[in-house]
């Protein structure tokens, strides 16, 4: 299946560059959406980095589907969504959450 992505090559700049991979939707990446929900886990393996990003709109049968999601740099992700940036230093555990007035918060540490 190829991806018609939001963001060009070009468009990605070097604005969280060494941490690693994580998996985000294609409802960031390809639609555009912002980052509703994250958290991070255990990593996978040494290159993953544990942060798993949505929009907070999947539902069950969407992430049922291997398409619907990818790895990615987390520097390609925090192009598409600079808000995650503070937060990427955060330990295995934590979640944060968009609330209603935009802004992202953690919810669990």
């Known amino acids: 299946m190829i991806k018609s992505f939001k963001l060009s090559a070009d468009d990605i700049a070097p604005i969280a560059v060494g ?5 985000a939707t294609d409802q960031i990446t390809v639609e555009g959406k912002k980052v509703g929900y994250m958290y991070r886990e255990a990593p996978s393996n040494e290159m993953d980095n544990g942060w798993r990003f949505f929009s ?4 069950q049968e969407y992430m049922d589907k291997p398409g619907n999601h990818s ?6 992700i ?10 990427i230093e955060l330990p295995i555990g934590t979640e944060c959450e ?11 540490e």
Not at 56 to 59: K, L, P
Not at 98 to 108: E, F, P, W
């Open 19 to 23: 941490y690693g991979r994580c998996i």
């Open 98 to 108: 968009r609330g209603d007035d935009g802004i992202l918060y953690v919810i669990t």
């Open 56 to 59: 907070g709109y999947e539902t």
């Open 78 to 87: 925090a192009n598409y969504d600079p808000d995650i940036i503070p937060f």
């Open 71 to 76: 790895i990615y740099d987390l520097n390609t």
